[in-house]
């Protein structure tokens, strides 16, 4: 009787598990429910505290706009969804959202791809996880991790149905292997341009989805460089959809632009740098001019406008466009405050354009032309004017800086005067005839550069503080050697160094002087970011009023159009050839660049240099008052013990 009981148990058992077996099946054949995205979201989605502000249930209402691209992903007849947009508008919870749905509703194995590895990892751990977490309906299905349980890893996630694979832009072998029905990419201009040598990643991603006659394919991207853009070349093949915002005076819907912004604000200075308060900032419509307020303007009834609506049928693509203006999370305000944050600094501008105006960034041209240059040259402030003595220092210069260009039969030369906010004066440009490798032609630049002694208007006299000297070409030897000689008064040789990782200046390094294969010692070489110090130079270029950053010319001969031929010869291009696509090209006509190097080594210079300019200014003023106290030297660097060498060595020798 006891073994009939044992049996008994087992055969109960038994029965239980297969029934439990064939409820899986079942459930796992079961069709989705008819739901969107948006309505499972709502349903079954939680926010996490690690990445949310407003943590607990997803409400659409928060991100209306997005309502539309979300229930584009259970349209049967859209195939890809498109969607560039700025930062901070939910672009990451709309893919969040559409992966929750796969796993939950309609199972089928995922490639979600980031720009790289590392972006794959960290979306993993800071989205993904916390979103599988906190919604009790995906935690049931993904297998829970598990030290020696490969079913789910940071890069990949194992549920009924199918697998999340996440992997970088670079890795061919994970984009070109097995059949995926779901492929998401994320931050598409940021991807790399070729996996490894197997091309385009997105296309070979998109190779693996076609023997799926139900794919879908997500592409999501903040804009970057007009011309250079995969995310607006992938909006073009869609219904190119806007968000628009109804007018509350006229009642006509337009998209929120940069452009119908208006702002007025207040400038400060708050130790020595520029602050801003902006006191008004509205939306002016640009059809009737009306204006409204930010409250008003999003609360105001929107609604998606496609383009190209004709892409839905025809191709199954709907591509969507939205800016940072329509975000419940990001103030007017606080863009406002940050272009005005980033006026002069190209770089920080285009962050600026992408990430809160939603636009493309291009090199627009808006440097002036050489005439234009010319035009605004000044004659009062250099003493120019009636017919007197011009005096060659204007006020508010405070350190005086050269930089030199080596030629096979010429020095070139420019000095140029620095003041407060990176505020500069051309102050010379000139040419000293001869070979790099002759005494006299040295001994000229002595008089003309490294001991030259300029003047302002009241007789005041400031000195050059120090030189930069081009060692490329076919003279490196002779030019070491003499900067060497010349240490006592800091003319130190350069090298440039092109490419758009490279810091514009770095510590300098000790070089061999060797003449004939002997041994004559050592000289201090700069290493100089020359692209980075270009793209300094065009940004300040690009400064209409006095003050900071702005960029001061004489009205006289060495300032000429020859000289901003030169200044201007060169501009940045993009060439898909290239690692680095973006490089500085010489413009056509404009072969003769000694300007631009000259500039570009002299503000180099000043970058070097250790400076206090408010103590010179100071120096400056008790001198006028006829009570000046010594010229102010750089404090002595300790020698740290057991540092006889090395840097110490030559902060002593200065």
């Known amino acids: 009787m006891p073994q009939m009981g044992v049996v008994t148990m087992t055969n109960r058992q038994a029965t239980e598990n297969l029934n439990q077996a064939i409820v899986n099946a079942i459930a796992g054949m079961k069709p989705p429910e008819d739901i969107t995205v948006t309505e499972w979201a709502e349903k079954k989605r939680r926010l996490s505290s690690e990445f949310s502000a407003e943590t607990g249930p997803w409400r659409t209402s928060r991100t209306p706009y997005l309502r539309e691209p979300m229930n584009a992903f259970t349209d049967p007849k859209v195939r890809r969804i498109v969607m560039v947009a700025a930062s901070q508008v939910g672009k990451s919870e709309f893919i969040n959202n559409c992966i929750g749905y796969i796993i939950d509703q309609d199972p089928g194995?995922?490639?979600?791809?980031?720009?790289?590895?590392?972006?794959?990892k960290d979306y993993s751990k800071l989205r993904i996880a916390p979103m599988i977490r906190d919604c009790p309906t995906l935690r049931k299905k993904v297998v829970a991790p598990k030290s020696r349980d490969s079913g789910n890893t940071v890069l990949q996630k194992t549920y009924p149905g199918g697998i999340l694979t996440m992997c970088g832009s670079t890795e061919a072998h994970a984009l070109a292997s097995k059949p995926i029905r779901y492929v998401f990419g994320d931050e598409r201009d940021r991807w790399a341009r070729s996996a490894g040598k197997e091309g385009d990643p997105w296309d070979l991603a998109m190779a693996r989805q076609t023997t799926f006659w139900n794919a879908k394919a997500v592409e999501v991207s903040t804009p970057t460089i007009k011309g250079a853009s995969p995310i607006e070349d992938s909006y073009a093949e869609g219904t190119m959809e806007r968000w628009k915002s109804k007018c509350p005076h006229c009642g006509q819907y337009n998209e929120i632009?940069?452009?119908?912004?208006?702002?007025?604000?207040?400038?400060?200075?708050?130790?020595?740098?520029?602050?801003?308060?902006?006191?008004?900032?509205?939306?002016?419509?640009?059809?009737?001019?009306?204006?409204?307020d930010e409250i008003t303007m999003k609360r105001q009834p929107a609604r998606w406008e496609a383009e190209n609506p004709d892409a839905y049928e025809e191709r199954g693509v709907r591509s969507f466009w939205l800016n940072a203006f329509v975000s419940q999370w990001v103030s007017w305000k606080t863009i406002v405050l940050k272009y005005?944050?980033?006026?002069?600094?190209?770089?920080?501008?285009?962050?600026?354009?992408?990430?809160?105006?939603?636009?493309?960034?291009?090199?627009?041209?808006?440097?002036?032309?050489?005439?234009?240059m010319m035009a605004r040259r000044e004659t009062d402030i250099y003493g120019l004017q009636d017919g007197g003595t011009p005096f060659e220092l204007p006020d508010?210069?405070?350190?005086?800086?050269?930089?030199?260009?080596?030629?096979?039969?010429?020095?070139?030369?420019?000095i140029v005067g620095h003041g407060h906010f990176g505020e500069t004066w051309g102050i010379e440009k000139g040419v000293v005839m001869g070979r790099p490798d002759d005494d006299k032609t040295w001994?000229?630049?002595?008089?003309m550069v490294f001991y030259r002694s300029l003047q302002f208007k009241d007789g005041v006299n400031l000195q050059v503080s120090i030189s930069f000297v081009d060692e490329g070409g076919h003279f490196t030897r002779e030019v070491r050697k003499r900067c060497q000689a010349?240490?006592?008064?800091?003319?130190f040789c350069i090298k440039g160094m092109p490419g758009p990782d490279r810091p514009y200046t770095a510590p300098p390094k000790k070089q061999k002087i060797m003449v004939n294969e002997t041994y004559l010692g050592t000289c201090w070489q700069y290493q100089i970011g020359v692209d980075a110090g270009k793209q300094v130079i065009m940004d300040n270029l690009r400064v209409k009023t006095p003050g900071s950053k702005?960029?001061?010319?004489?009205?006289?001969?060495?300032?000429?159009?020859?000289?901003?031929?030169?200044?201007?010869?060169?501009r940045l291009e993009y060439d898909a050839s290239k690692k680095q696509p973006w490089v500085w090209k010489k413009i056509p006509g404009h072969e003769r660049n000694e300007a631009l190097d000259c500039r570009n080594y002299a503000m180099a210079a000043f970058d070097v240099l250790p400076k206090n300019l408010d103590m010179v200014e100071r120096w400056l003023r008790s001198t006028r008052d006829k009570t000046a106290p010594p010229v102010p030297k750089a404090r002595p660097v300790k020698r740290r013990k057991g540092t006889g060498r090395g840097l110490n060595k030559y902060y002593d020798e200065w």
Not at 346 to 364: A, I, P, S
Not at 397 to 409: E, F, K, N, S, Y
Not at 443 to 447: H, P, Q, R, S, T
Not at 550 to 570: N, V
């Open 486 to 491: 010349r240490i006592g008064r800091k003319v």
């Open 257 to 292: 632009r940069w452009d119908d912004i208006r702002y007025e604000y207040e400038e400060a200075e708050v130790n020595r740098k520029k602050t801003y308060k902006v006191t008004h900032i509205s939306y002016r419509c640009p059809c009737c001019t009306g204006e409204s």
């Open 443 to 447: 001994e000229k630049l002595d008089e």
């Open 340 to 372: 005005l944050s980033a006026l002069g600094n190209t770089r920080k501008l285009q962050v600026v354009y992408n990430t809160c105006f939603g636009q493309l960034w291009e090199d627009r041209g808006d440097l002036e032309d050489e005439d234009s």
């Open 396 to 414: 508010g210069v405070l350190v005086l800086t050269a930089g030199v260009d080596t030629q096979d039969d010429r020095m070139e030369y420019e």
């Open 550 to 570: 702005y960029c001061h010319f004489p009205r006289r001969d060495d300032y000429g159009a020859a000289y901003f031929a030169g200044l201007l010869s060169e």
């Open 109 to 120: 194995s995922i490639l979600f791809i980031h720009p790289v590895t590392i972006d794959a």
